[in-house]
Nanobody
Framework: QVQLVESGGGLVQPGGSLRLSCAISGSRFSIYRMGWFRQAPGKQRELVATITSGGSTNYADSVKGRFTISRDYAKNTVYLQMSSLKPEDTAVYYC????????WGQGTQVTVSS
C-alpha cells in the first residue's frame, strides 16, 4: 500500500509560479513510476508529467519547458515546479504512484487567474 498527500496548490496570477508537493508513505520502495495528472472542470483527467525510479521524465506537450517534475528520496516527496502559469493550467492536480497497483492522492486545486 502507498499513501499520497498533495499540497501546495492555490491561486496564482498568469505568469506566476507554484510548487506542488506529494508526500509518499507506505511501500514506497515498490514504486517504479510517480506522476502528476490534472483534471479541469468538464474535462478528463490528463497526464502532466511522470518520473521513473531511474529518473527518466516525461511531460505533456502543453507543459514542456514550463513544468519540472522531481523526486527527493530523502524526503519521500515528489515535486512539480510550475512556472509561466496560464489560465488553462487551472485544474485539480493529482499525484500518482505505480507499483503492481496504481495509487492516487486526494488532489490539490490550482487556479490561475488575474
Amino acid at each position: 500500500q502507498v499513501q499520497l498527500v498533495e499540497s501546495g496548490g492555490g491561486l496564482v496570477q498568469p505568469g506566476g509560479s507554484l510548487r506542488l508537493s506529494c508526500a509518499i508513505s507506505g511501500s514506497r520502495f515498490s514504486i517504479y513510476r510517480m506522476g502528476w495528472f490534472r483534471q479541469a472542470p468538464g474535462k478528463q483527467r490528463e497526464l502532466v508529467a511522470t518520473i521513473t525510479s531511474g529518473g527518466s521524465t516525461n511531460y505533456a506537450d502543453s507543459v514542456k519547458g514550463r513544468f519540472t517534475i522531481s523526486r527527493d528520496y530523502a524526503k519521500n516527496t515528489v515535486y512539480l515546479q510550475m512556472s509561466s502559469l496560464k489560465p488553462e493550467d487551472t485544474a485539480v492536480y493529482y499525484c500518482n504512484a505505480v507499483t503492481s497497483s496504481t495509487y492516487w492522492g486526494q488532489g490539490t486545486q490550482v487556479t490561475v487567474s488575474s
